[in-house]
């Protein structure tokens, strides 16, 4: 007898759809509260508007339920899909590739004085922010990672970060708003731009990543080519160019 393909798919999505105990996987954080003990891996998660998804979630650091998107997921995805996986405004998970193998963590948060910001996430898109250098190089599709937006950064002298819990913060000049993190898969395999400015803000947030104590690692390609911008005067850096003095070839981000 033979097996109908499509109910051979259909039994495959229930399967999908129904694992860690809910009818769907909606995003990392609420298979973690369906079941604490679930450990980090890669994990598949529909969207609300049907899109199944292909994610690492991070089960483990800074209390778990981190939502890590492979970089194929922003070719399909956009800001309307956003909302269901990036319900806490105040953390970000960011880890970084380095030549020797490790993968360190870096919780990022806003300074005290701006936590009455919330955080910002764009799919290709920055509204309110200052756009990503590289939008210009590579083009999309990407993924923006906002601290404060053009109405904050315009009007504040100190800005800036806390990493693991640490101040990071420097005195703003010029008139660029810059204040974000940006990850591009890069498809089409374009040369970046070759700014690179690595001033205090570059110099703290690497200088207080974490080794996770495991030292277990996520799956190399969910690491992609990245800008950190913060200015004037905080940092415009990339990774193609931190290899050479933090030993970083790419980065991920995650958040909840």
Known sequence: MQFPFAL????????IAFCEGGLFNRTCKTIKEQNPDAPSNTYSIVTNSGKLLQVYCEMGLNGGGYTFLHPTTLAVINDLDIPQMFTDKTAFLLRARRTDGTQPYAVLKQLSEFSFVPLKIGISSFES?????????????????????????????????????????????????A????????????DPG?????????????????????????PGDYFMFGEIHFGGCGCYVQTNQMKKDKGVLALTIGFR
């Open 179 to 190: 204040s974000h993190f940006a990850l591009f898969p890069n498809f089409k395999e374009v």
């Open 194 to 218: 070759n700014a690179y400015y690595p001033d205090p803000v570059y110099a703290g947030i690497f200088s207080n990543v974490r080794d996770n104590p495991s030292g277990r690692v996520m």
């Open 8 to 15: 051979f798919l259909m039994i495959q999505f229930t399967a």
């Open 129 to 177: 922010f200052g756009g990503p250098v590289n939008a210009g190089h590579i083009g999309s599709p990407y993924i923006f990672f906002g601290f404060l937006p053009n109405s904050v950064a315009s009007v504040s002298a100190t800005q800036g970060l806390q990493v693991n819990g640490v101040r990071i913060s420097y005195t703003h000049c010029g008139s660029v708003t």
